[in-house]
């Protein structure tokens, strides 16, 4: 090996070693303060030319020149001015930068700088450096506390014993920022869910219908083209015997599709495959399925379906044809349903007659309501009669409300759409609080028996289910 080769691998070695140092001294400063860790940076050494390149001559290419490389060197050792961390000491005189910058102190001749801020009182009341003695510079304020930046720049001295006579706060700035997105909340209230007798006609979807009597449970779980009502009626006077199967589907396609997705969809189909042999069907003011043999027949009948609900709800009718009817079906209450038609949550009605009243009082903000907006015989009673001999409609009940207790927000007084629930939403803050509502039918002009009503939308504990209190934006400092 010749002895240039042995030099420029030495190169290497020798800058690893320098590298090497570098780290080790940033490992030894680790817990210095102020400290500023190094970065070495390496270069290539002049390469040595053996031979200079040339252009192509002629029909020849050109040449390359010949070099070899002779090691590398060290081209610089930098400090990194990244800011650090800074934590607390509890010592009053321990000072730090955030940013650029750096303290100037002086050694009595000249003035350097540092980013270590560990300072100390000496004995003659000056800010030093404690490991040096160097004091501290600094612009001095006046006697008002204030510095000015064209003062000269000297030692931070605080003499001992010196003292600056008490004087009476003259004055308090603070200041702050409130969020300007906090609201008020209102309160919410709710009813236990409500429905609403079925009526020949609706076409209410069967899936959710609430079937009162041998099931006494929400229909739930048909699916589309799997689940089935098989229907059999066999005449005990000529011996016949039909049985026929319907299918639930998403939409109807006809009285004779086999198929069904309303009440009145399967009452088709029944009338159509038996009604001119057997028996026909209807729905009765009770919301169930009333069946009657035609004229000679004597006809018994047979139920069933795959929905286990569905098939308690319809099977309580298998028997002689004109003994039995099926459950009494509900839908979840919307604002077009007749109040008389209401029912509760374990589908009874809410025993409302046209001759009722209905009668609202509640607080507001702590206070008794004392006006309705218009259209009631009394401030605080509603007739269920409409004046033309019908009943006035859930929705008409809901506006009632709104208006009695004046509320103003976009949510107001709603049905919720899964349950049927009543659901109050009051104007946000304290101020708008709603209390104990409580809506009744009036005992001096009822005539019918109404305590069903009374039941669900009284004050008496349970009835009303608060979902948020009302609250006001409160700040603390």
Do not use: C
Not at 35 to 52: A, D, H, P, V, W
Not at 59 to 77: A, C, K, M, T, Y
Not at 278 to 299: D, I, K, R, Y
Not at 323 to 335: G, N, Q, R, Y
């Amino acid at each position: 090996m010749s002895q240039r080769s042995m030099y420029t691998a030495v190169s290497g070695i020798r800058n690893q070693q320098v590298y090497l140092d570098v780290i080790a001294n940033n490992i030894a400063n680790s817990g210095t303060m102020g400290f500023k860790m190094g970065r070495i940076t390496f270069e290539e050494s002049f390469s040595l030319l053996l031979q200079g390149a040339s252009r192509p001559p002629g029909d020849q290419g050109g040449v390359n020149p010949l070099q070899i490389g002779n090691g590398s060197s060290i081209g610089s050792i930098d400090n990194i001015f990244t800011q650090g961390n800074i934590q607390s000491t509890g010592n009053q005189t321990d000072l730090a930068i955030q940013g650029d910058g750096f303290f100037v102190v002086n050694n009595g001749q000249n003035d350097l700088y540092t980013r270590a801020g560990a300072f100390q009182w000496d004995a003659n009341g000056e800010l030093v450096l404690p490991f040096n003695g160097m004091k501290v510079q600094g612009r001095i304020a006046d006697e008002t506390g204030f510095v000015n930046e064209g003062s000269a720049i000297g030692n931070i001295e605080v003499p001992f014993g010196s003292v600056d006579q008490a004087r009476a706060t003259s004055g308090i700035n603070f200041v702050g920022n409130l969020d300007a997105d906090a609201q008020p909340v209102g309160t919410i209230t709710k009813t236990d869910r409500l429905y609403a007798r079925e009526i020949a006609g609706e076409a209410t979807d069967v899936n959710l219908l609430y079937a009162n009597g041998n099931a006494d449970l929400q229909i739930t779980g048909l699916s589309s083209l799997s689940t089935t009502v098989t229907v059999t009626s066999s005449n005990g006077t000529d011996g016949l015997s039909k049985t026929e199967t319907y299918t639930y589907v998403e939409t109807d396609t006809g009285s004779s599709s086999q198929d069904f997705h309303s009440l009145d969809d399967l009452i088709a189909e029944i009338n159509s495959d038996f009604g001119t042999t057997h028996l026909t069907v209807e729905m009765n003011s009770a919301g169930a399925l009333q069946f009657t043999n035609l004229s000679g027949s004597n006809n018994s009948l047979v139920f069933s379906s795959v929905n286990s609900v569905l098939n308690k709800a319809l099977s309580i009718a298998n028997g002689v044809v004109g003994d039995k009817t099926t459950d009494e079906f509900s839908h979840v209450a919307t604002s077009t349903d007749k109040l008389v038609n209401l029912r509760n949550a374990q589908g009874t009605s809410l025993g409302l007659a046209l001759t009722d009243n209905i009668s609202l009082v509640g607080r507001v903000g702590g206070t008794e309501i004392d006006s309705v907006a218009g259209g009631t015989v009394d401030p605080y009673v509603q007739n269920v009669d409409d004046g033309t001999g019908d009943s006035i409609t859930y929705g008409d009940l809901i506006q009632f409300v709104e208006n009695s207790f004046n509320i103003t927000n976009q949510d107001g007084v709603q049905i919720d759409s899964s349950s049927g629930a009543m659901v109050i939403t009051g104007d946000g803050g304290l101020d708008y609080e709603i209390s104990a509502v409580n809506i009744t039918t009036n005992s001096a002009t009822t005539t019918s028996t109404a305590e069903q009503f009374d039941a669900v939308f009284d004050a008496t504990v349970g009835n009303w289910n608060e979902t948020q209190n009302a609250t006001d934006v409160i700040h603390e400092a």
